[in-house]
Nanobody, 127 residues
Framework: HVQLVESGGGLVEPGDSLRLSCAASLGTFSDYALGWFRQVPRKAREVVAAVAHDGDVKYYADSVKGRFTISRDNTANTVALEMTNLKIEDTANYYC????????????????????WGKGTAVTVSS
């Protein structure tokens, strides 16, 4: 049974840090590229960060470069998103996603090319 389950969201203040985690049941976990999307109401989901199947190649949206770090543990079947210096504009629902092709995260409408999705975890940054 394929499943992605996010955790770690919450309410924080600007400048704070938060760590999101995604536990995955994907069969052969290391076959999948993994990533984090986020979405706010009335806007499309956007890719925040992605990591290739071996963990060596990573992508970050310009808006989070230098603040967010994606990492994966192919032994524990998890992918994490370490978020630091959070800003109000980081407020969103964050979704873990898996694809059997790393390039899928960079296609037009990447959300249409993911194999699996989690249900999301809410992050609210507010003073």
């Amino acid at each position: 049974h394929v499943q992605l389950v996010e955790s770690g969201g919450g309410l924080v203040e600007p400048g704070d840090s938060l760590r999101l985690s995604c536990a995955a049941s994907l069969g052969t976990f290391s076959d999948y590229a993994l990533g984090w999307f986020r979405q706010v109401p009335r806007k499309a989901r956007e890719v925040v960060a992605a990591v290739a199947h071996d963990g060596d190649v990573k992508y970050y949206a310009d808006s989070v470069k230098g603040r967010f770090t994606i990492s994966r543990d192919n032994t524990a079947n998890t992918v994490a998103l370490e978020m630091t210096n959070l800003k109000i504009e980081d407020t969103a629902n964050y979704y873990c996603a898996a694809s059997n092709a790393y390039y899928s995260f960079f296609m037009d409408t990447p959300e249409n090319h993911m194999n699996h999705w989690g249900k999301g975890t809410a992050v609210t940054v507010s003073s």
